[in-house]
């Protein structure tokens, strides 16, 4: 029986993170946050102080990049996550890191798989597929509250900026774009608590599966 694959995309900072790891907690599958993929490619050129702009030297860091040991704590930077944003135009960084993902989706009895591309690159044949958005005022809000809650310091101008400009780089790039899948189910949380998505999340699955 093949496994069963549930396809979670959508813009940065949505709460795709927190709602994929419930679902995956709720049915016992395995959950891989493909952001982490490109984050982890980026945090290695860049701790080896090669260069972000030259494809082939990207290629070869994702080709090499472990899906076991990709933690989110020290990946989760905003260099990091720019630096990601940047070498995820490149299709031979997409192409390493989509083989990588498609392996991963493959485990039993099923996976929860998160990102950008999912239900209409990495597994356009999952089952069920969401698209997870919020207003980028409200994803800014999170990000920033999330930050100052651990104790940090932030700006919530640049937050937002900063969330936007992602939104561009990701919906604008033309490998693999930012966008819905045709037949994915549309979850706005904006006006949602993290409990009242997972809710809503769980009575689309389950009628799906
Ligand atoms: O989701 P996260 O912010 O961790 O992802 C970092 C960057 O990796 C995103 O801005 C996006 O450009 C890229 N990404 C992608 N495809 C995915 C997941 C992430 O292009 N499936």
Redesign the pocket.
Known sequence: KPAIVIAIDGP?AAGKGTLSRQIADAYGFHHLD???T??ATAKALLDAGLPLDDEKVAGKMAREVELAGLDRDILSTHAI?EA??KI?VMPSVRRALVEAQRAFSLRQPGTVLD????GTVVCPDAPVKLYVTASADVRARRRYDEIVGKGGEADYDGIFSDVKK?DE??IGRADSPLKPADDAHLLDTSEMSIEAAFRAAKTIIDAAL
């Not at 990102?115 to 999912?118: E, K, L, P, Q, V």
């Open positions: 940065a493909t952001g982490l490109y984050r996550g990601a944003s995820a990102g950008r591309d999912i992602r780089r990701d």
